[in-house]
C-alpha cells in the first residue's frame, strides 16, 4: 500500500518537480527587451568557459553559431531601448585555414550580416576582462552554440538605443558652458 502511494505522489508531482523550460529563440527575445543600456550578450562557441561570477547567466542553445548571431542581432535591432556595439575577438581574423576549417567563410558570413559602424576587434583575453568587469554591476547574458570555430564568439555591448554618444558628448559640452 505504502508503495502504490510513493508511486502515485510520484506520478502526480513529477510535471511539477521539472525545470521550466523555454526555447532558446524565446530566451533571446525576452533578454534583448529586458536589457538595457550596459548590459552585454554574448554568443560564444561550444568551448566558451562557463563563467562563476555573479553576474554572468549561460544558456546553452544546442543551435549553430551563425544561426545564434543572427537571433541575437535581430532580437537587439528590435528591442526599443537598445542598440548593439560589437565586438570579435581579433585572433578569429588570423586563423589559419589547416587549423580552423571553416573559420574564414564563417567570418566572412559574420561580417556581412553585423554592423560595422559600430564593430571593433580585441584580443580574446581583453574581451573575457571585459565580460568580467561587466558583470561585477551589470547582467551578463552568453548563448553558448555548437560552434566549433575558435575565437570566433560575438560580443554585443549593449548602448542606449535613443541616444547616441554625439547627443550625449553635446550635452555634456553645454552642461561644462552653462556651469
Not at 37 to 56: C, E, F, L
Not at 84 to 111: I, N, T
Not at 134 to 152: D, L, M, P, R
Request: net charge neutral; glycine share 4%.
Amino acid at each position: 500500500m505504502k508503495l502504490l502511494i510513493l508511486c502515485t505522489a510520484l506520478v502526480t508531482c513529477a510535471p511539477l518537480l521539472r525545470a521550466e523550460t523555454i526555447p532558446w529563440e524565446s530566451h533571446v527575445n525576452q533578454e534583448a527587451n529586458r536589457l538595457g543600456h550596459r548590459n552585454m550578450i554574448v554568443v560564444a562557441d561550444s568551448a566558451y568557459p562557463v563563467q562563476t561570477g555573479k553576474g554572468v547567466k549561460v544558456v546553452s542553445t544546442g543551435a549553430d553559431h551563425l544561426t545564434v548571431v543572427k537571433a541575437v542581432l535581430a532580437a537587439i535591432r528590435s528591442a526599443p531601448g537598445v542598440r548593439p556595439l560589437v565586438a570579435l575577438d581579433k585572433e578569429f581574423a588570423h586563423l589559419p585555414e589547416e587549423h580552423a576549417k571553416s573559420a574564414a567563410a564563417l567570418r566572412k558570413s559574420m561580417l556581412e550580416i553585423l554592423p560595422r559602424e559600430n564593430l571593433r576587434e580585441e584580443l580574446h583575453e581583453t574581451l573575457l576582462k571585459e565580460v568580467n568587469t561587466t558583470a561585477e554591476s551589470y547582467e551578463v547574458i552568453v548563448f553558448k552554440t555548437t560552434g566549433t570555430t575558435a575565437y570566433s564568439s560575438v560580443f554585443f555591448t549593449l548602448d542606449c538605443g535613443y541616444w547616441s554618444a554625439e547627443a550625449e558628448q553635446a550635452l555634456r559640452k553645454r552642461m561644462e558652458k552653462d556651469h
